[in-house]
């Protein structure tokens, strides 16, 4: 199992800023194509960056979707700014099919999704997202359901390893895990740095050369945990699948191995370009149709050198991009991402 790769707050946080900057935005917008008359869903819109560069780009219209209520609340003065061609819409990406069909956005020609926590939600100390802000724990992006607190405070410590391994790859999860047990058993816990120091004590603290906190895996694994962000990026493939018109472009940037690795196989298994089964593990292509998707880049692209020195968080971004084909969209399986 390889390690995750960055999360935005390791990126930046060593060098003492972690401002939102649109990762990989001219790569986005040169392998999306918006064009005259376009209709685009951005499915994580955040600041509005990559929103923002599509409208620039060409005389289109741009559905771009958050759940985070205080994200669509600071886009108003986007939409006034875009008159008539940006529209916003609270809701999770994984519904960017239906969402689209209600706002007339359906077929689209192209979809980008930028996976992750953004920066912003980083810097504001009150959503939790931090192990260097002090803050409550937290860290729900629509600011309902399961926080990493009632995790925490709840949960059963074998429960707690399995989410720190399965989401943060953090091969001593049982160790973090049995500290915060044997912690909260004396008081719960409230506060983001109150997590941070246990967990990096369990860890044995940090060492004055190391780069990346001993919480980096443990923070990581409750924030995917609690807003289930790798089901919802399975979930989003698929709408994405059902609302692009032939010819329609996915444009994804992930930052992590976690979802790096979902976006690739998912990908190859829609290109027809995953590797056929063994006799152990059947080949299933041959139930299925056509490929629904032509992959645009077999290699993911990285980020410049230039970009780097810049914006530190792009560091660790991955883009991966695929062309619609014209074949009817996968029937989908509840085994459908089982081997991902």
């Not at 007339?104 to 980083?122: K, N």
């Not at 009632?150 to 720190?164: K, M, R, S, T």
């Not at 895990?177 to 940090?206: C, M, N, Q, W, Y």
């Amino acid at each position: 199992m390889t390690p995750p790769r960055d999360d935005p707050e390791i990126a930046g946080s060593h060098h003492g800023r972690s401002r939102h900057v649109p990762v990989l935005l001219s790569e986005v917008i040169e392998t999306l194509q918006p064009a005259a008359g376009d209709r685009h869903i951005d499915g994580t819109f955040g600041a509005g960056g990559y929103s923002r560069a599509i409208l620039e780009a060409a005389d289109c219209q741009v559905l771009a979707i958050d759940r985070d209520p205080t994200a669509i609340a600071a886009g108003a003065a986007l939409v006034a700014e875009f008159a008539g061609r940006l529209t916003l819409a609270e809701s999770a990406f994984s519904r960017l099919d239906d969402v689209a069909a209600e706002h007339g956005f359906a077929p689209a020609d192209g979809v980008v999704l930028d996976i992750g926590v953004s920066s912003m939600q980083l810097d504001e100390a009150e959503r939790g997202f931090s192990f260097q802000k002090d803050g409550p724990l937290d860290m729900r992006m629509s600011r309902a359901g399961l926080s990493a607190a009632d995790v925490v405070n709840g949960h059963e410590e074998a429960h707690i390893a399995d989410v720190l391994y399965e989401f943060g790859e953090e091969h001593r999860s049982r160790a973090v895990a049995r500290a915060i047990v044997k912690r909260r058993s004396e008081r719960p816990f409230e506060r983001t740095l109150d997590l941070a120091e246990v967990v990096s004590r369990a860890l044995g603290g940090r060492r004055h050369d190391q780069k990346v906190h001993p919480a980096t895996r443990t923070f990581q694994a409750l924030r995917i945990y609690v807003n289930d962000e790798l089901g919802e990026l399975r979930r989003a493939l698929l709408a994405a699948e059902r609302c692009l018109r032939p010819g329609g472009r996915l444009v994804v940037v992930t930052f992590h191995s976690l979802e790096d690795r979902i976006v690739k196989q998912f990908l190859q298994k829609r290109s027809g370009a995953a590797p056929k089964g063994s006799r152990y593990l059947p080949d299933q292509s041959a139930q299925f149709d056509r490929p629904s998707f032509q992959i645009v880049n077999r290699r993911s692209l990285t980020s410049s050198k230039g970009e780097l020195e810049v914006n530190p968080r792009a560091r660790s971004a991955r883009l991966r991009a695929a062309v619609r084909t014209s074949a009817p969209a996968w029937p989908a399986r509840e085994d459908e991402f089982r081997d991902l």
